[in-house]
């Protein structure tokens, strides 16, 4: 699989926001998989910690649908994030640069 | 803002946090599950957790004085007008509808409390806010 540029994998989670329904869990799931794959890893970590709050939560469920534990630790406007990717040992933290301002 | 209903002597204030994580103090979580932010072992409180679709709330009609969504994630319209739907269903007469999108704050939800029939819509510190007739 040809790894997605930054900017494609940004925008295929625009066009392919994570299901709000648990039946249509497993087979965006799937999708994320086949068209995403492992390689984006990277780019998602980089996206919590850069990209938009929306973007940032997408991000987060793309890569728990790729096997990554994300966690927010924290709550806005002070979130951060704890990501451990697949064969990591340890969680590290993530600040979030761009926060949900009420 | 309009002022909330007071509850009767005796009956519980029911507020609903849709998609919340105990974030708000007295408010009852909905959240599916699905894509929590936070380790649901951290946040949920006995009592005042129930794991629901926030477009069908397993809620009797009538019984909350304020339905609320911070941080809401991405969705379909169907769904915002279902979620909207359900909201209006479950809330008192003068009961408060309040939502936050993520991607867009209270401006991507104004139009929907509108066509849902809610009173007084506007936005207010960030939220769509709306009363129910």
Not at chain 1, 33 to 51: F, I, M, N, Y
Not at chain 1, 53 to 64: G, I, S
Not at chain 2, 50 to 62: E, F, N, T, V, Y
């Amino acid at each position: 699989m040809k790894a997605l540029s930054a900017s494609q994998v940004s925008r295929w989670l625009e066009e392919n926001p994570a299901p709000i329904h648990r039946d249509q869990l497993k087979p965006w799931s799937k999708r994320v998989t086949r068209e995403l794959g492992r390689a984006t890893l990277p780019k998602l970590v980089r996206l919590l910690s850069d990209g938009d709050p929306e973007l940032q939560y997408q991000a987060m469920a793309a890569a728990r649908a790729l096997g990554a534990e994300v966690w927010a630790e924290t709550v806005d406007p002070e979130l951060c994030w704890s990501v451990r990717l697949p064969g990591e040992i340890s969680p590290r933290l993530i600040p979030s640069r761009k926060q949900v301002t009420f | 803002m309009s002022q909330l209903p007071s509850a009767e002597p005796g009956n519980i204030q029911v507020v609903l946090n849709l998609g919340g994580e105990s974030e708000v103090a007295d408010a009852i979580d909905i959240n599916s599950l699905v894509f929590p932010l936070r380790e649901p072992g951290r946040w949920i409180r006995p009592g005042r957790f129930i794991q629901a679709d926030m477009s069908a709330l397993p809620i009797r009609a009538g019984v909350a004085l304020e339905v609320m969504g911070r941080r809401l994630p991405m969705m379909s319209a169907q769904d915002r007008v279902a979620m909207v739907g359900e909201s209006r269903r479950v809330l008192t007469t003068g009961g408060r509808i309040r939502l936050h999108a993520t991607s867009g704050g209270g401006s991507l939800w104004l139009s929907f409390i509108e066509d849902a029939g809610f009173l007084g819509c506007s936005l207010i510190s960030g939220y769509a806010v709306g009363t129910r007739p």
